[in-house]
């Protein structure tokens, strides 16, 4: 047990954490994005794969309980690193923003996963903890994407999201051991690949509802 919180409580253990739970949120998303595509065969076909999801019970509840835990260690594995990396740094960058590979989604990492955080309990707040007593989980999401502010949030967060994912995605292969000069530019063509499809996958998704509303 002492090698084990010795080993995460270092810099490199606290980048792996990242690294698993991070690889973990995509394979997430992943199935959920499976299932919101339903969205384009009709609200029958969406509420049934709802209905389907929430018949698992308590698997549902032991899948849920999972990401909730992965998500607070990712959350404070990533806010630690965070002052970490701003303690470390006496002098901000000024001339040197782009060097050694730095882009808009590494340099803006800390920032797209707070906005991303509040989105997701922005999103939860409209989706799971409402009445759907009175209403199909299809209407839920329908009328909320009727109101133009949450599309275009919606929208927003999911380019951040896939800034987030581009950076995030081969940077979490480079931690594991995956850097090597053999496979690096083909995951780094994967992770544009992966942003470009969770950030149009889920963003399309929205914008149709509303054409249809």
């Not at 047990?1 to 991070?22: E, P, V």
Request: hydrophobic share 55%.
């Amino acid at each position: 047990m002492t090698w084990l919180i010795r080993t995460f409580g270092s810099s490199i253990g606290k980048k792996l954490l990242m690294a698993i739970t991070g690889l973990s949120f995509i394979g997430f998303l992943c199935a959920h994005l499976t299932g919101n595509l339903t969205l384009y065969m009709g609200g029958t076909t969406f509420n049934a794969y709802a209905e389907k999801l929430h018949s698992l019970g308590p698997i549902l509840t032991v899948f849920e309980f999972g990401l909730l835990a992965l998500a607070l260690i990712h959350v404070t594995t990533g806010i630690i690193l965070f002052v970490q990396n701003l303690r470390a740094r006496s002098v901000p960058y000024e001339n040197d923003r782009r060097a050694g590979g730095r882009t808009l989604s590494s340099v803006t990492m800390p920032y797209t996963g707070f906005i991303i955080l509040a989105f997701v309990i922005f999103h939860l707040i409209n989706f799971s903890f409402v009445d759907k007593t009175q209403r199909t989980i299809f209407e839920i999401v329908s009328s909320a994407f009727a109101n133009p502010v949450y599309l275009i949030v919606y929208v927003f967060v999911m380019i951040v999201v896939a800034l987030h994912i581009r950076h995030g995605f081969w940077s979490a292969f480079q931690t594991i051991g995956a850097n090597h000069p053999k496979y690096m530019p083909a995951i780094m063509v994967l992770s544009i690949i992966a942003s470009l499809i969770f950030g149009f996958g889920f963003g399309l998704l929205p914008i149709y509802l509303w054409s249809i509303g």
